[in-house]
């Protein structure tokens, strides 16, 4: 689907994104902008990852493994609106490759918080301006390993997905009273700097081998879904469901 066709779909709409400094997050976060909606972001770590961003986009950075900053994030918001139509819990990210008997302490606390602690956290503060509104959205990313696994290293940051996946499909039990719909975006093997960091040229091309449509995807595959599930429109009738996105991979 061209994202053109969501082109003013989001007109006065506040949509409020996690992770958008780059790669998914930047695509869904650039994608929404076109379509109309008035975005808040967090951007990352790296106050770089705000230059060049259109002037209308609200934006901020924080390190969330650090429950202080997700707090700040709330706060953040919430002095910039009275109400959120959508909210993507995006920010995440494996830190490394940990076999699970060297894994420290300190890592496993790292992984946890900002995969599921910080999902858990900013949509709870985050859930009184979702109610403020109607229609609500909440797009929460996953990955492909919260089915499989995962590969050698990542069991915790598949496990912490898996943990954002069947929250989602909960939250969406409890908050369809309120007419709030929940859902989950799960990416396959896209091409960013994730992958570039933590798997080698060898591994993509064997996992790429294995795909049905023959390449990885890129974050450009990945944007139009969560414009489609955030937009009551398209799918609101749509609620509790994780939506998978990586060529036919298993």
Known sequence: MSQSYFVD???GRT???????KGIGRAAMQAFHEAGANVIAHLGRQASYGDGLPGDIAHT??????PQEQIEFVQFVSQRTQCVDVLINNAGTMFGRFPADQLTD?????IVELNQSAVVRITRGLLPLLKNTSNAAII????????????PGSSIYSASKAFVS???KGLARELAPFGIRVNAVSPGVIHTDFHERYSSAEKLE???LQIPLQRLGTPADCAPTFLFLA???LSGYITGQVIEINGGQR
């Not at 929460?140 to 590969?151: E, F, P, Q």
Request: no cysteine.
């Open 166 to 168: 069947t929250y989602s």
């Open 106 to 110: 300190e890592q496993y606390q790292d």
């Open 9 to 11: 779909l989001f007109d």
């Open 206 to 208: 064997a996992t790429r």
């Open 61 to 66: 950075t924080g390190d969330y493994t650090d």
């Open 231 to 233: 937009s009551n429109k």
């Open 15 to 21: 949509v409020v994104i996690t992770g958008a400094g």
């Open 140 to 151: 929460n990313t996953v990955s492909i390993s919260a089915l499989t696994g995962g590969s």
